[in-house]
């Protein structure tokens, strides 16, 4: 069975900057690989699938790249609605596992 | 615009049972194959289950494999979660979730609802 593992656990960020979450795959994914974001209270959005490409609605600061077994998630220019936790996600297996999260906060 | 209204949360005993139910709008809802996802408070996503358009393909995750049962029904656009030998290892929000993929099963989630709290605790 897939692990992910997301680095670092907790990203504290200043407003304006730029923050890059890592999750690294036990095995090769391809590009099979989603992220959300999740604030408390509401339910997790879809931000990136394909490793790379955005979901419908999503703003541009918000990049995804690599493949095989390491991934990044990149905010290019953190806004205070942008503070959440984020979850990558493999796809297209059984079952579908998550990271364990990476909590991004206001340094 | 899609909508995902979860039901049927509560505080069950350890060992009870539990039926959590999804009103899905907005979308052809049987188009797509659906998913329950849950979140332990504080902590990480788990997929639970998942059932394709037409009922005939199920899967679940071995932690709930044999204890719950998925199901839909799409005259009444709805998903259901019956859950059964409950146990405090369970307590978690319940999402209902729809597939990106129509038509398909991708196992991954372009809407989700907001959830709805199960406290298996005694």
């Known amino acids: 069975e897939i692990v992910l593992t997301q680095s670092p656990a907790t990203l504290s960020v200043s407003p304006g900057e730029r923050a890059t979450l890592s999750c690294r795959a036990s095995?090769?994914?391809?590009?099979?690989l989603a992220w959300y974001q999740h604030k408390p209270g509401q339910p997790p959005r879809l931000l990136i699938h394909?490793?790379?490409s955005r979901a419908t609605g999503i703003p541009a600061r918000f990049s995804g790249s690599g493949s095989g077994t390491e991934f990044t998630l990149t905010i290019s220019t953190l806004q205070s609605e942008d503070f959440a936790v984020y979850y990558c996600?493999?796809?297209?297996?059984?079952?579908?596992?998550f990271g364990g999260g990476t909590k991004v906060e206001i340094k | 615009e899609v909508q995902l209204v979860e039901s049927g949360g509560g505080l069950p005993q350890p060992g009870g049972s539990l039926r959590l139910s999804c009103a899905a709008s907005?979308?052809?809802?049987?188009?797509?194959?659906m998913h329950w996802v849950r979140q332990v408070p504080g902590k990480g996503l788990e997929w639970v289950a998942g059932?394709?358009?037409?009922?005939?393909?199920?899967a679940y995750a071995e932690s709930v494999r044999g204890r719950f049962t998925i199901s839909r029904d799409n005259g009444k656009n709805s998903l259901h979660l019956d859950m059964h030998s409950l146990r405090s290892d369970d307590t978690a929000f319940y999402y209902c979730?729809?597939?990106?993929?129509?038509?398909?099963?991708?196992?991954?989630?372009?809407?989700w609802g907001q959830g709805t709290l199960v406290t298996a605790s005694s």
């Open positions: 394909g490793a790379s």
């Open positions: 979730a729809k597939d990106k993929e129509v038509g398909a099963t991708a196992y991954y989630f372009d809407s």
């Open positions: 059932i394709n358009w037409n009922s005939r393909s199920v």
């Open positions: 907005g979308f052809t809802f049987d188009d797509y194959t």
């Open positions: 095995q090769f994914i391809k590009t099979d």
């Open positions: 996600q493999h796809y297209n297996t059984w079952p579908p596992p």
